[in-house]
C-alpha cells in the first residue's frame, strides 16, 4: 500500500482543510531505511502531530510515542494530545538523524519517516518523499537531504552560468556546458 497525500486530498488532515503532505513505502514490501516522507507545514510539533496521528493510526495502530532530533525543532513537547488520545513526544540529539522522526505504536512497532523541511519546494519535497517511500532505497534520511542540497546548489550554479552567458552577448546561442567544444579545443591546444 502506498499513501501519497502531497498534492491529492486522497487522505486529508482532518484537523483542517489542507492535504497532509505524506507519502508511505508500499505496505509488505521488505523493510528500508525509510517507511515513507513527512512534509510538514511548520517546525511547530504540537500544531502537526494531530494531523499526522489522524492519518497513520488507523494505518499502523495507534501511534503512542514519537521521537526526534532537536537541531531543527524549536520546541520539543513532552505530549502532545491527538484524537482520543495523547502522544509521548521524545528527543535524541547524537542517536537519531535530524532529518528524521521515529513513531512507535504499541500493536505494531517503529516506522522512521524523513522529515522534509517545510520551506522546500514542491517539486524537491516530491523527489524526496518519492525516494523516501522506495521500498528498495538504501540512503538514510540525511544522506537524501544532502543529496537535494547539492541538487539544489548545481541548479543555481547552472542557472548563473547561463545569466553570465546572456548577460556577455550569447543570447539566442547555446549556453556553455560541462562539456562544451570550446573548452575541448583550449584542451587540446
Keep these: 500500500m502506498t499513501t501519497t497525500i502531497p498534492y491529492t486530498p486522497a487522505v486529508e488532515d482532518r484537523t483542517s482543510s489542507?492535504?497532509?503532505r505524506l507519502m508511505l513505502a508500499p505496505?509488505?514490501?521488505a523493510p528500508a531505511l525509510l517507511d515513507g516522507a513527512w512534509w510538514p507545514r511548520s517546525r511547530d510539533l504540537t500544531a502537526e502531530l494531530p494531523a499526522?496521528?489522524?492519518?497513520?493510526d488507523p494505518l499502523w495502530g495507534r501511534i503512542t510515542h514519537v521521537t526526534v532530533n532537536p537541531t531543527f525543532w524549536p520546541t520539543i513537547p513532552r505530549n502532545v494530545p491527538v484524537a482520543g488520545h495523547v502522544v509521548g513526544v521524545g528527543w535524541f540529539k547524537a542517536e537519531q538523524d535530524p532529518h528524521k522522526l521515529l513513531l512507535l505504536s504499541y500493536t505494531v512497532g517503529r516506522?522512521?519517516?524523513l522529515v522534509i523541511p517545510p520551506e522546500t519546494?514542491?517539486?524537491?519535497?516530491?523527489r524526496?518523499?518519492?525516494?523516501?517511500?522506495?521500498?528498495?532505497?538504501?540512503?538514510?534520511a540525511s544522506a537524501l537531504m544532502n543529496g537535494a542540497e547539492?541538487?539544489?546548489?548545481?541548479?543555481?550554479m547552472e542557472l548563473s552560468l547561463v545569466s553570465v552567458w546572456d548577460s556577455e552577448g550569447g543570447?539566442?546561442?547555446?549556453?556553455?556546458?560541462?562539456r562544451s567544444p570550446a573548452r575541448a579545443v583550449i584542451a587540446q591546444v
Design 111 to 113: 516506522w522512521d519517516l
Design 18 to 20: 489542507l492535504p497532509l
Design 150 to 156: 547539492q541538487r539544489r546548489i548545481a541548479e543555481e
Design 171 to 178: 543570447h539566442g546561442a547555446s549556453p556553455p556546458t560541462s
Design 27 to 29: 505496505a509488505g514490501t
Design 52 to 56: 499526522l496521528t489522524a492519518v497513520l
Design 128 to 140: 524526496l518523499m518519492t525516494e523516501a517511500a522506495d521500498p528498495l532505497g538504501t540512503l538514510t
Design 121 to 126: 519546494s514542491p517539486a524537491t519535497a516530491a
